[in-house]
C-alpha cells in the first residue's frame, strides 16, 4: 500500500476551508479568528495559511476588510481540487486522503461503460480517508491512451489534480448513479468493513472538456461514516 503525494499544505488548507463552509460549518458572513490564532489552531505557518486565504479568496469564498478581519462569502458552486468528490462525513465536510493499494494496466472490464478507445486501462485501487478515518473503498478505470504506464508514485491525493497537471486531461462533468451493493471480494485488510458486507455505492461516469469519456469509477463507503452530498444552486 502506498501513500500519494500530498498536495501542497496550503491547498489542503484551503480545501478544508472550502469543504467546511459548504457544509455550513463556518457560517455566510462569518468572521474568521485572527490569522496567527487560526494558523496556530490548524497547525500551520501564518505564510501558509495566507496562501490558503489568498486562494479561497480568488474563489469568491472570502472578504478581506482592511482592519475589520476576514469573513465567510458562501457560493453554491466551487472550483476546487475536491469539486467532485462528493462523499463528506456525517457532520459534513471532512478533508479526502488516499492511500493506493495497486495500479495496474489491463483489459477494460466488459461490464463498463465506454471510458475512451483504448483496449485497455489503467486500475487505480484507493482507500479514502475523511480527516483521516477510512471510509470508502474505490476503483477507478482511466482510459489506457492517457498514458502509457502510471504507477503508484506518479498519482497525488487528488486524481483529479494528477490529471489536470500530469495528463493534461480536465474532467469537466460526470454521472452519478447512488445505491447500495456488496463490497468487493478484494477488500483489503486494511479496511474495517469485509467483503460481502453491503454499504453505501457510487458508480461514475466522467467526461473531459470536449465531452468524451475519459474515466470509470466505482466507490463503496460506509454509511456509518461517510454520506454522499450534491449541492446545486446558482453562483
Request: charged fraction near 25%; avoid cysteine.
Amino acid at each position: 500500500m502506498v501513500k500519494t503525494s500530498a498536495l501542497p499544505k496550503y491547498i489542503q488548507v484551503s480545501e478544508m476551508l472550502i469543504r467546511e463552509i459548504a457544509a455550513g460549518h463556518l457560517a455566510d458572513g462569518a468572521r474568521l479568528p485572527p490569522e496567527r490564532d487560526m494558523a496556530e489552531d490548524l497547525g500551520v505557518a501564518v505564510g501558509t495559511l495566507r496562501k490558503a486565504l489568498a486562494d479561497i479568496e480568488a474563489k469568491g469564498l472570502l472578504e478581506r476588510l482592511q482592519g475589520s478581519g476576514n469573513y465567510v462569502r458562501h457560493r453554491p458552486v466551487v472550483n476546487s481540487v475536491y469539486a467532485f468528490f462528493r462523499l463528506e462525513l456525517l457532520r459534513g465536510g471532512g478533508l479526502p486522503t488516499a492511500q493506493v493499494l495497486s495500479v495496474d494496466r489491463l483489459a477494460k472490464p466488459a461490464d463498463a461503460p465506454d471510458f475512451g478507445p483504448d483496449t485497455q486501462g489503467h486500475r487505480i485501487r484507493r482507500l479514502r480517508s475523511l480527516d483521516g478515518g477510512l471510509i470508502a473503498l474505490e476503483e477507478i478505470w482511466l482510459d489506457g491512451g492517457q498514458r502509457n504506464v502510471i504507477g503508484p508514485d506518479d498519482l497525488s491525493e487528488s486524481l483529479y489534480h494528477f490529471y489536470r497537471h500530469q495528463l493534461g486531461l480536465v474532467i469537466a462533468a460526470v454521472e452519478d448513479r447512488i445505491g447500495v451493493a456488496a463490497m468487493p471480494d478484494w477488500t483489503p485488510a486494511a479496511f474495517h468493513l469485509r467483503a460481502g458486507q453491503t454499504v453505501g455505492y457510487v458508480e461514475r461516469s466522467s467526461r473531459n472538456a470536449a465531452h468524451e469519456p475519459a474515466e470509470f469509477s466505482r466507490t463503496w463507503f460506509d454509511p456509518a461514516r461517510a454520506t454522499y452530498v450534491s449541492r446545486m444552486g446558482k453562483g
